[in-house]
């Protein structure tokens, strides 16, 4: 089974609006932590924002916040007034306790239209 | 400054090859990651090591084979037994291998069999 579900087709914003990326995870594992990561078209992987299972607030980091719903095993990737470069791929990744592995979804594309 | 390196950004072989790829880190992490990334795909796990002179397979290791003689480097050589080579390879550390830790990549290797 998929540890990490991104489904969302390319998505699309206007610029210095919000965007909402969803991600669904699948883990027994009581500790884990999810990732979000930010590549753009020149390759590299630029981390974003950090929540562990265990956390009680929503993770933020500046732009991006972290609506985690742990009952629904979800943790969507939320950018508040968004700029042209956040125009890139997206990627949830989870790193769970009894695993050193960081396990990536398919990624989400993400466009900025000025 | 700390981070990691890469090198070459792009590498072109012939199939029947060996080749390899190098990574250095001077962060001062223990434990270093390599990942494989396809088009419009997610990454998959080649290869970690979490101390010097040990290492594990990880999702996809068949046709490659790494080395860690030394905490900062990390290489990775993809072997002819590689049925698809040509692909994005990215390498990663991290601080330790709790859950908490997230990776810090490279800015990649893209390598070109023909």
């Known amino acids: 089974a998929q540890k990490i579900t991104q489904t969302q087709p390319g998505m699309f914003v206007q610029e210095k609006e919000a965007v909402t990326l969803d991600c669904t995870y699948d883990t027994s594992d009581p500790s884990y932590g999810l990732f979000w990561y930010k590549q753009p078209s020149s390759g590299e992987m630029i981390f974003l924002i950090y929540?562990?299972?265990?956390?009680?607030q929503n993770a933020t980091e500046g732009r991006y916040s972290l609506n985690f719903q742990k009952a629904r095993k979800s943790a969507n990737l939320v950018i508040s007034a968004s700029q042209l470069g956040d125009s890139a791929m997206y990627f949830c990744?989870?790193?769970?306790?009894?695993?050193?592995?960081?396990?990536f979804g398919k990624g989400i594309t993400l466009s900025v239209r000025p | 400054d700390g981070g990691i390196t890469q090198s070459p950004k792009y590498l072109f072989r012939k199939e029947g090859q060996n080749v390899t790829l190098s990574c250095e880190q001077n962060?001062?992490?223990?434990?270093m990651y390599w990942y494989r990334q396809d088009p419009g795909q997610g990454l998959r796990l080649i290869y970690y090591s979490q101390i010097v002179n040990d290492f594990q397979k990880g999702d996809i290791a068949e046709g490659y084979s790494v080395s860690r003689e030394k905490k900062e480097s990390f290489p990775l050589t993809v072997t002819s037994a590689q049925k698809n080579p040509t692909a994005f390879y990215l390498c990663?550390?991290?601080?330790?291998?709790?859950?908490?830790?997230?990776?810090?990549f490279g800015n990649g290797t893209r390598l070109t069999v023909t």
């Open positions: 929540q562990g299972s265990y956390d009680q």
């Open positions: 962060l001062n992490h223990d434990a």
């Open positions: 990744a989870m790193r769970e306790r009894d695993n050193s592995k960081l396990t």
């Open positions: 990663a550390s991290s601080i330790g291998n709790r859950f908490n830790s997230p990776l810090h």
